[in-house]
């Protein structure tokens, strides 16, 4: 007899189908290969990345589970609209069912809210039973233990690097424009064993792709001595390259960068996100400290540790002269690749209760919400001042001089009077990673980030739908209230 299948979906497209964008990410999402580990055998399991591929609205799936954040929002609705009219059951969850329930329980079956690993089995057997509840709550902020392994062996084959997994949840700091700031949870850490089983559980995969692994928690550095004790045991491994998140201010203790560098850390995504104290200043991101950010990178690029930074444009203090100066401080403090964005104020977060509240949202459509758009009004600088750094410095930083510039001092910081062949292995590696990010970001900008630019830049100018982001009224316009206040 048939098993039920169930087929999980991590939604990506969120400007709609008709306008999709697949991208060369190196690694894929957490959620999907996290939730397929915890299903239970009673259901086969089909696992879609829409980052790579197509939804295939006729999949002989009995059930769709569709995870999604909140600029996949209304691209989520139309698919659960589609499945439905088939006959299919979806279930939703992930980051932006989890925060807005209400809003998304209209357009599926059943709704996850918190993180899935208590409820999930219940979910699936109620699915089967023909017995599913409209909702499921999760216990908030249960202990980590006893998760089983993600299913890297359902990862697509465009993924260079499919195993994922994460070691802590949640972030000690309280930055006003992060999502974990909407109904913050204790930092939490998992067992130290079934980290390292999950690094392991690679066996039906490929040779080489076992032996990179990103860890994809917010901030591995929350909870220092534990991050310490598992970099110890990853050494342990003997991995090719690791792949780690954490807040910059982890850098200020010598033992950790030594400890990431014995683990092979490879690559480490930090949020920088401005190179202006003032603006980090107005989004409360006290760990970071600009000046300490040349020597910070340096330290890591000696131990052959890429560092890929955060940036993000129209944060309230950015001025019209730091956007001119931007790209030369970049090339200052020297980040192997940047991640630009613009500044979300996304719903339910201090950021965006200050913006809304100060009439400065020009955008509430969600799937503008991704950090490609500008949604809201600057203070110091005019809407296309914003548009037009963001295009400049992604030029500028992504042009093949610039790649093949940083890709020059990196080298030099890791091989220079070391043993050379010993070194040789591990800089293939930074070369491999450094040129995958270098090809999805300028992938990313080209196919994605410089239309949309495009797009705006003639709505400012001509006066289209959205115009009004460049001159609103005088009560609306920052620029027209410091005139008025001076």
Known sequence: MRRPKLQIIVLFQNLGEDRAYYARSPSP????????????????????????????YDTDADFIALSFMDFCAPHAYRVAEKFRSRGKIVVAGGRYPSTFPDQVAPHVDAVVVGDAERVWSRVVLDLVRGTLSPRYDAERAPTLENIPPPRYDLVESQFSVPVVTEATRGCPFRCSYCQLNIAPTPHRVRPIAD??????????????????AMLYDNN?????EYAKALLREIAKLRLWALGVQFSLNCLRDKEFVDLLAAANCRMAFLGMESLNQPS????????NRVDEYKDQFAA????????????????????????ER??????EVDPAAIFLSMAIPIPGTPFHQQVE???????????HYDGDHLVMQTVHVEPVEVLEAAARVKRIFYSRKSIARRWGRLMRAFLVGRKFFSRIMPALMLSFILWQLSVFQRKHARVRVYPL????????????????????????????????AS
Do not use: W
Request: proline share 7%; net charge negative; charged share 30%.
């Open 326 to 331: 931007l790209p030369d401080l970049l090339e």
């Open 357 to 367: 509240s100060e009439g400065r949202i020009v955008d509430t459509d969600l799937a």
């Open 29 to 56: 999402p957490l959620s999907g290969v996290l939730l397929a580990g915890l299903t239970p055998p009673i259901v086969d399991v089909e696992l879609l990345h829409e980052m790579v591929r197509p939804i295939d």
């Open 300 to 323: 890591l690029r000696k131990r052959g540790i890429l560092v890929f930074a955060g940036t993000m444009l129209a944060l309230d203090e950015d001025t019209a002269d730091y956007y």
């Open 220 to 224: 591995l550095g929350g909870d220092m």
């Open 195 to 212: 980290v390292i089983r999950d690094l392991e559980a690679t066996s039906k995969l490929p040779y080489h792709k076992r032996k990179i």
């Open 280 to 287: 980090l200043a107005a989004v409360d991101k006290c760990q």
């Open 453 to 484: 630019l495009e797009e705006a830049r003639e709505r400012l100018r001509g006066g289209g739908p959205g115009a009004s982001q460049s001159e609103p009224n005088a009560d609306g316009n920052p620029r027209a209230r410091r005139q008025a």
